[in-house]
């Protein structure tokens, strides 16, 4: 199966797949429940996704 993956999102793909690496021996649920408890809702900016 070949990725496809547009140019303007490939720094998220690599930040995302360097996280899992360095965090590999970890048990992310801990890390990912802080996250969400400490990070402010009107700090997040999202955005629409159409999907195909």
Do not use: A, Q, S
Not at 14 to 35: S, T
Request: with cysteine; hydrophobic share 40%.
């Amino acid at each position: 199966m070949k990725l496809r993956l547009p140019r303007k999102f490939f720094h998220l793909y690599l930040g995302e797949v360097c996280f899992r690496f360095n965090h590999r021996h970890e048990d992310l649920k801990p890390l990912l429940l802080k996250l969400l408890k400490t990070t402010r809702m009107n700090l997040v900016n999202p955005k629409p996704v159409r999907i195909r």
